[in-house]
Antibody
Framework: VQLVESGGGLVQPGRSLRLSCAAS????????MHWVRQAPGKGLEWVSS????????GYVDSVKGRFIISRDNAKNSLYLQMTRLRPEDTALYYC?????????WGRGTMVTVSS | SSELTQDPTVSVALGQTVRITCQGD??????ASWYQQKPGQAPILVIS???SRPSGIPDRFSGSGSGNTVSLTITGAQAEDEADYYC???????????FGGGTRLTVL
């Protein structure tokens, strides 16, 4: 059972970035999936969630209207399209599998928003 | 909006018992989970559904809850338990996931 994030990097404020999370070792389409971020030296912050069939999506207020979560069950992949990025979006972004609790986490991909 | 409150730091002597608490109104309605995070590592789940221990988690870790407070108890703390611990649950509406601010546990 594994989750591997990718797509992070250094980006200027106002620009866009797309994160990916590749799942393996389990039936991806049986689970809701989430993105959780952690700013340098700070705590965990939930960002977004998506149900198994993409029917339900949720976002923390600070990213609503700027980020879009999606998934492709045929590719066992989760995505986070981030637009109009701000310096306060700088963080390590984790994807996590949800069984009520977050029982599997990836190692994260770092996003740095800076000019 | 809802929030979960944790003490920022807690310490325990090696081999002793420590309780880490998490308070929030939404805990009256929703289960809580606990995560352990060591420096440079991803979090791992140590307690789910307020008091369930996932396979592979040592039995010195236990969880409990009452009213608006949930607790993570480590009975016989070990040096390797030194880490940050986060609680999480749902907000009052149930639509959002929330995390506590985290508790840094020091094992003396």
């Amino acid at each position: 059972v594994q989750l591997v994030e990718s797509g992070g990097g250094l980006v200027q404020p106002g620009r866009s970035l797309r994160l990916s999370c590749a799942a393996s070792g389990f039936s991806f389409d049986d689970y809701a999936m989430h993105w959780v971020r952690q700013a340098p030296g700070k705590g965990l912050e939930w960002v977004s969630s998506i149900s198994w069939n993409s029917g339900t999506r949720g976002y923390v207020d600070s990213v609503k209207g700027r980020f879009i979560i999606s998934r492709d069950n045929a590719k066992n992949s989760l995505y986070l399209q981030m637009t109009r990025l701000r310096p306060e979006d700088t963080a390590l972004y984790y994807c996590a599998r949800a069984t009520g609790a977050f029982d599997v986490w990836g190692r994260g991909t770092m996003v740095t928003v800076s000019s | 909006s809802s929030e979960l409150t944790q003490d920022p730091t807690v310490s325990v002597a090696l081999g002793q018992t420590v309780r880490i608490t998490c308070q929030g109104d939404s805990l009256r309605s929703y289960y809580a989970s606990w995560y352990q995070q060591k420096p440079g590592q991803a979090p791992i789940l140590v307690i789910s559904n307020t008091n369930s221990r996932p396979s592979g988690i040592p039995d010195r870790f236990s969880g409990s809850g009452s009213g608006n407070t949930v607790s993570l108890t480590i009975t016989g703390a070990q040096a390797e338990d030194e880490a940050d611990y986060y609680c999480n649950s749902r907000d009052n509406s149930g639509d959002r996931v929330i995390f506590g601010g985290g508790t840094r546990l020091t094992v003396l």
